[in-house]
């Protein structure tokens, strides 16, 4: 339900402005999106209860964590390989400032202005990567799509 509510503006805004109006397309989207996000909060949360049934008096480590949280990537597979790797780009940049600071708190060092912008810098070049690798792609897409499209309205304008 919340899924839902979440989903429904970007949904319906790519609807608006996509050419393939297609409400079924928007309603498969809306749909797969939910249970994606339904999935993803279900299994995070049943890794933390499944480890305090198991071991109750067990200290949270980040490894503990990422022994038990592994299982709520697992709905990313519902996506398209798209978004799959939109997400992945989109954690990775969390990944790292993760590590930064566990880094930081491993070793008792203290942040800096000049290791700050070294994340910055590494996550935004994680993002501008993904964003190279996948835009020439898209626009290759809606020129073939263009091209097709023009051919056949001169197919059809010389019958």
């Known amino acids: 339900k919340l899924a839902a509510k979440l989903y429904i503006p970007i949904h319906l805004f790519i609807l608006l402005v996509s050419r393939n109006r297609s409400l079924f ?3 498969f989207g809306l749909f797969r999106s939910s249970v994606f996000l339904a999935l993803y909060c279900t299994f995070a949360w049943m890794g933390f ?3 305090n049934i198991v071991d109750p008096e067990a200290i949270v480590t980040h490894l503990s964590v990422a022994s038990v949280t592994w299982i709520a990537g697992l709905p990313v597979l519902l996506e398209d390989q798209r978004r799959q790797s939109l997400l992945a780009a989109y954690c990775v940049t969390y990944a790292i400032d993760s590590l930064y600071r566990v880094f930081l708190d491993r070793f008792g060092l203290r942040h800096t202005k000049r290791l700050g912008s070294i994340i910055i810098l590494l996550s935004a070049a994680t993002l501008f990567q993904n964003y190279q690798r996948w ?5 290759q897409k809606k020129l073939l799509q263009t091209q097709i ?4 309205e001169k197919e059809g304008g010389k019958e």
């Open 135 to 139: 835009v020439p792609h898209m626009i």
């Open 49 to 51: 209860c499944f480890q």
């Open 25 to 27: 397309h928007f309603g």
């Open 149 to 152: 499209l023009e051919g056949e």
